[in-house]
């Protein structure tokens, strides 16, 4: 039988790089076991395993697709396994087609929508179910869903995409309505400095939408991947009586569009 571990314990999923990354090691930092999963690109999870570890805990990484069932259950049957518990949940995976132009709709097909619904929305369905019953034994369990100013606002970098994080935002309350005490709510960040967004929209398009944000935006910025993961953080272990709840985090870049 596994020995529970005195650390709480969070899985990431996506959490090899970015937004994920910041979030497992700041989580690290206040003595947290991390698990993450990532899809592909392991060497980097491995990284992020070595620097969680440096900060005095246990690190693990998985690699799991959650848009795959068996995965979801595989990633929590492993933490388990490995600490005997789990106190917070950061679903943080997810995916898109950059078709920026929403009005091109032969830029997308059903196949794309069906590829983004069953990673942004599917996926975290299926990591919460597979959690759901060790998440119960916490005395203070926690979903995080990464969402994004696109499910608000009906923007972003494809139609498909910011349909995926409404119907994230709306199943995020309708946990949280559902499955207390597990407390359930959602980050919306805006444009995120980093490579997932410079890869996917080429570096002139890219810094130009920086420099335009940044100029404009109430607070003339955009937010890190650091800055996102203390979002998240509050949301675990700091604002502890609050659930059903959406994040924004842009600078003010919903007030301007």
Known sequence: MTEVSSNKVAIITG?????????????????????????SSMDDAQNVVKECEKLGVEAIAITADVSEDNSCVQTAQETIEKWGRIDALVNNAGTTK???????????????????????????FQMVRAC????????????????????????????????????????????ARNLGPIRVNAICPGFIQGDWLRNGMGDDLYNAALENLTNNTPLKLTVTPEQVAEGIYSFI?????????????????HLIT
């Not at 969402?147 to 994080?165: C, M, N, R, V």
């Not at 272990?237 to 870049?253: R, W």
């Open 15 to 39: 959490g090899s790089r970015g937004v994920g990354a910041a979030t497992a090691k700041l989580l690290a930092s206040k003595g947290w076991n991390i698990t993450i999963t990532c899809t």
């Open 98 to 124: 950059f078709v920026f132009n929403h009005a091109d709709l032969d830029g997308l097909d059903a196949e794309d929508f069906l590829h983004i619904y069953k990673v942004n929305v599917v996926g975290p």
């Open 132 to 175: 759901k019953e060790m998440l119960l034994n916490s005395d203070n369990p926690s979903v995080v869903n990464i969402s994004s100013i696109a499910g608000i606002k009906g923007l972003g970098s494809s139609l498909a995409y910011a349909s995926s994080k409404g119907a994230l935002n709306t199943m995020t309350k309708s946990m």
């Open 237 to 253: 272990d700091i604002n502890t009586v609050v659930t059903g709840e959406t994040m924004l985090m842009d600078g003010g870049h």
